[in-house]
């Protein structure tokens, strides 16, 4: 029963060019909404949600509210909103974003977070809060005239890497207590 589920969702996708797949490997719960607005929750511990987005005015929405989780998604096309947010323990989150115009949001709390947030195209922007101990991330943009906010809160920075190649391009990272 579950993989027929999951071949109605590759179907629905197919046939709708900006429908969001969501899968939660979370045995209990799956759960995803569509009208040009994607929704994708796990609350229950040790899960994975991928989610991908093509098409353009797309808003998807990722929660995870646990131990152990990890968030993969993918955005293509123009004026896309991301928004994630992550709170537990040992949390991934990987996001990869192309396109123009598109807006990256990522809220992680807690400890042993691991990010890397990839964007690709012109005007984009992100932001990015991460509150806990032992993190790390990683961030490229690539285009011009990008934005990105970087605010590291909490102890034991493991170290991030951040990389910008375009013009004008702003950026603001703040570290510390």
Known sequence: MLYLKKYIWCALFLC???????QNYNQEDQLLNQLNYGLAKAIEGENVISAIQFGNENELMISQFSKEQ????????VENILEAVQKGNRQVI???QRGDLN???SALTGNNISSSIHQYGDNNSLQQEVIGNNKSFEITQVGNDNELIQIDTGNSTKGYSVSQVGNGMTVIIQSGL
Do not use: L
């Open 16 to 22: 709708f060019n900006n429908f969001v797949i969501g």
């Open 70 to 77: 990890v968030a993969i998604i993918q955005q293509v096309g």
């Open 94 to 96: 990987e996001i990869f």
């Open 103 to 105: 807006f990256v949001e």
